[in-house]
């Protein structure tokens, strides 16, 4: 309920007798603030600060260097913050550079600009700048990104800098979409998703359920088609960003289980929303129901089993499609063995041929089993070895391999 | 636990008469999550285009994809720092946590209850019966 944020910050910004006494009406906009003046239609969301036009700009300024800051701060540690305060004349901002180096507990942020007598002075009223400061440094105590605490902090100033803020926004964070290595974990969802077969309503809804995390988690093992369309489809430009520097964060951060997990659950989540999406939702959904699992254990198995240098041998000699084709028989973990170990040009040509493949029936992907293990065997036959001797070879490896060459 | 501040009650205060506007709000703000749930979160941009700022930027700010918690701050100092006070103050109020319902994924029940009690006792439960009533013929 927001009643209880709403207790919170009155508490806080007004505190005990703030309120001003005009409250209720919608007056207009002082001559000189954001939005008023010759030409300029009214303030469509007035203040308590009631701000000229200098003062204003002034405050949303400091909110502009604040984010910057924070920028530096968040890609270079607290050298880069120093440098800033050092920089940094204006005793309210270098105070607040101070406070994040600090990385005092964020409860205790309004105290710090208490006591160091930047509030509780003057009336509410006359306080913007330290309130818009306070909100900023909180943020970035939670390690929040530039723009949400530029978002949280231009609030102080009302919806008539909204546009000027998101503007900015996009001049200053709009290089950061796109890039980075694409990632590709196959399974039903990046299927589904470039295939269109979920309506746009429910993979709204269901990004909305889901929130950023894992939205972003679940995107991260998506082709690029793919995530860009769900941009399209959830966000602004502004919130583009912000999920694209996401999707990066999980790529660096989860393994690719725990992607493949996330997009098993953003299809459960899609599934039980329902509408017209039609996602296979849940372990089962992995797989075709026909797909033979124990072809796939012993598929993946031999990927993870095979020494590094013998295995880049085996699918440097294999053809692109039959790799792609292998796939589809292969649990994500093995995917990425498969495709870590050969070279990135060779690897979009498998993933390019999987894109393309159509699914295999469990007869086709035992022929690619077979041949597989047919290429490994020739590779582990030493060249010179005595006719009539047995091959000597680990019993796990021997086990799988026989499991696969002997299926009819 | 819902808090309580003396300042706020002051704020959000009008009379039973001017509250007879809330239940046609709160229609409408459940008409704006059917079209989000049912369209997207792209419709409501269009949807809000013309309408006052809290909901029109509102729904900006739920397509910038905030976490729940981010974008309830952000509302909340919005409604804070305005100058409104009385019902336009409480009208507000109600886009707002509509608003958040929306971006939580809210389901048409579950964000009524959440609005009904903006409209005052009397009010709510007429509007929660009549919920549960429509429930009662779907089946549900």
Redesign the interface.
Known sequence: ???????????E??R?G???G??????APEAGSPGSGAGKPAD???????LGARKAASCLESAKRFSLALDKYRAGGKERLAEDMREEKRRLLKFAYSVVAASMPAEQVRRAFASAGFIGKAAPQEECEAEILI?GVK?ALKN?HP??AM??MT??L??SV?DDA?AWILEHFGDRRGGGEELIIPGDLPDMLIGREAS??A???????A??QL?AACLAGCPKEAIDYVLS????P??AI??DGEIRGARNRLSSEELSDAQSAFLELLSSIG?DSKPQAGEEGQWSPEIDRSLVADVSALILELDEHLLKTVLTALDPKLLASLMQAMEPMAHDRLLSTIAPGRSRKVLDALERAVPLSNIELTRSAQLFAQRVLAELAPKTKPFGKSLSLPARLRQILTSILSRE | MILWNAELTKRLTCSEREKAALPSLVHDLLALSDKARGEGVKALLEATAGEGPMLSYGCRLIAEGYSEEVLEEILAVYLTTSTLAGLEFLKQCVCAEALLGIAAGDSRDLLLRKLAPYCGADKATSLLRALDAASGENGL
């Not at chain 1, 309920?1 to 508490?11: D, Q, Y």
């Not at chain 1, 469509?44 to 009631?50: D, E, G, K, M, R």
């Not at chain 1, 489809?233 to 602004?236: A, D, P, S, W």
């Open positions: 309920m927001i009643v209880n944020t709403l207790c919170a910050a009155h508490a910004i007004l005990r703030g309120m001003p005009d409250l209720g009406a919608r007056s469509p969301w007035p203040t308590i600060y009631a909100a943020l929040a723009i949400v978002r949280a609030a102080y009302g919806f909204f998101e746009p309503g993979i709204s809804q269901a990004a909305r359920i929130g950023p939205v489809l959830i966000c602004t502004v919130g912000l999920l509408g």
